[in-house]
């Protein structure tokens, strides 16, 4: 079209009579950078973290399911950063994975996020940049997505981030983030245990009060072993997504690094005794949140609560027929690496460790050149994990939530899975996102030393 004169001039006075308000707003900001936080019990010095927004722990972002999540990364630290969606069924462009999606931000530098939310659920965000230091400095948050409706009715909700710092005597942050040590071996764990950044985080409820709750293991490395006292549980969701039936916490709930679970607590506890969220430790429980009972809420014990409206796109996958492939996990202390095990070109075993790569998947340490997977959009994988090696290890898709293959059908929807030492796990998932998936293992340290690869989805 031939822009007249004319119409220029039209164009340009038009856009002068818009209000102001009508321009693109710019999007709100997710400032990353240092912090300071009183993090140790009174009497300690403050610790310098690094946060969002001013704070670590990040910010809350609550939206509702099908929402829009825009913030601007604004990056003020002293190294580059991105930030990851944890469990979203994202956009690709805005996964946040430096190298596979985007490049990293620099210091001064910032980057547009901008995507809708599919799912309602518990996620999370945290900096996927170096992340074995960058989480270790408190550079995450909850991302919490509502269900238009169809939540169930609570008297209160509760998101904890269940943490894991290693501090020193006078309360700093260990700096030894690169530790070779720990990364061939369970990672970076810590030595102080926190609750939304408290070392004794407490609430007061009610005798018969129902809560929601929504835990996230946001540590580096540590796999938590939960147990409920005095209160009688559900779980709802895992990961995000809801199961079809509620079931009853029986025992321990096991939260390996990045997972999630919507739980539905009731206060059975006397009025004046205190119930428990419960980190199961070899020395016995310590009191990972603290219910303190007064008062009466209910009248009575309700009934059991009903399931979650279910997310979209999540029936159960034709997984007969699917494309079968192999993840076997090597390395590690008390491991062995293949002689086959290469990166980037073949490699001395010397070599990658100096490299500090100890870990490989399918002998390879660091993320391979090619994908693991090249699927067609919608095609049905299965892939088989094998845990080769002496520890635990936490594998996360991006972009995707699959099942495992139990005997009994398929299992719930997750977007991490904790395969043991010597184990197999199975998991199946429809490749319907389409673009580049990071899959690696969140023990953050393993994924830095060579834990993971990617899965291209046409
Ligand atoms: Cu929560 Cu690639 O990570
Ligand atoms: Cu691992």
């Not at 321009?23 to 010095?45: D, F, H, K």
């Not at 030595?191 to 809560?211: E, I, K």
């Not at 929807?413 to 998932?429: F, K, M, P, W, Y």
Request: charge should be negative.
């Amino acid at each position: 079209m031939k822009i007249t004169r004319r119409q220029l001039m039209g164009g340009a006075a038009g856009a002068l009579l818009l209000p102001a308000g009508a321009r693109a707003a710019a999007p709100a900001t997710l400032r990353a950078g240092p912090v300071e936080r009183q993090l140790a019990p009174e009497g300690y010095p403050p610790t310098a973290l690094w946060g969002f927004e001013g704070s670590a722990p990040g910010p809350e972002i609550r939206l509702t399911q099908g929402a829009r999540l825009e913030r601007r990364l604004v990056n003020d630290l002293p190294q580059p950063t991105s930030v990851h969606w944890h469990g979203i069924r994202i956009d690709n462009a805005m996964d946040g994975v430096p190298g596979l999606t985007q490049q990293a931000v620099p210091p001064g530098g910032q980057f547009d996020y901008a995507f809708r939310l599919p799912d309602a659920g518990t996620y999370w965000y945290h900096a996927h940049n170096r992340s074995t230091e960058q989480v270790a400095r408190g550079l995450y948050g909850p991302l919490i997505v509502e269900e238009p409706e169809g939540a169930p009715e609570v008297d209160a909700e509760e998101v904890l981030l269940i943490g894991d710092w290693r501090m020193t005597r006078d309360a700093q942050l260990s700096p030894d983030f690169d530790s070779l040590h720990d990364r061939a071996h369970g990672g970076r764990i810590g030595n102080y245990v926190t609750t939304n950044g408290s070392g004794d985080w407490t609430r007061p409820v009610r005798r018969h009060d129902r809560l929601r709750l929504r835990l996230i293991n946001v540590a580096n490395a540590r796999i938590f072993e939960l147990a409920l006292q005095g209160l009688e549980g559900w779980v709802l969701a895992l990961d995000g997504m809801p199961l079809d039936r509620p079931e009853p916490v029986q025992e321990t709930l096991v939260l390996a690094p990045a997972q999630r679970v919507d739980l539905i607590v009731d206060v059975t506890a006397e009025e004046g005794d205190t119930a428990y969220l419960v980190q199961l430790t070899r020395e016995g429980g310590l009191s990972q949140a603290a219910f303190p009972v007064a008062g009466q809420g209910a009248q009575a014990r309700r009934p059991a609560p009903a399931a979650l409206p279910p997310n979209p796109n999540t029936g159960l996958p034709e997984v007969s027929g699917a494309r079968r492939l192999d993840l076997r996990m090597e390395g590690g202390a008390m491991g062995r690496l293949s002689s086959a095990m290469t990166v980037q070109g073949p490699k001395s075993m010397q070599g990658l460790m100096q490299d500090g790569l100890v870990w490989a998947l399918n002998g390879f340490a660091g993320l391979p050149e090619a994908p693991l997977a090249e699927a067609a959009r919608g095609e049905a994988l299965r892939v088989m994990l094998i845990n080769d090696t002496a520890f635990p290890h936490g594998m996360h898709l991006h972009g995707h939530h699959f099942r495992e293959v139990q005997e009994r059908g398929l299992g719930p929807l997750r977007d991490t899975i904790l395969v043991d030492s010597g184990a197999r796990r199975e998991i199946a998932l429809v490749a319907d996102n389409p673009g580049d998936w990071l899959f690696h293992c969140h023990m953050l340290g393993h994924q830095a030393a060579g834990m993971k690869t990617w899965l291209r989805v046409a």
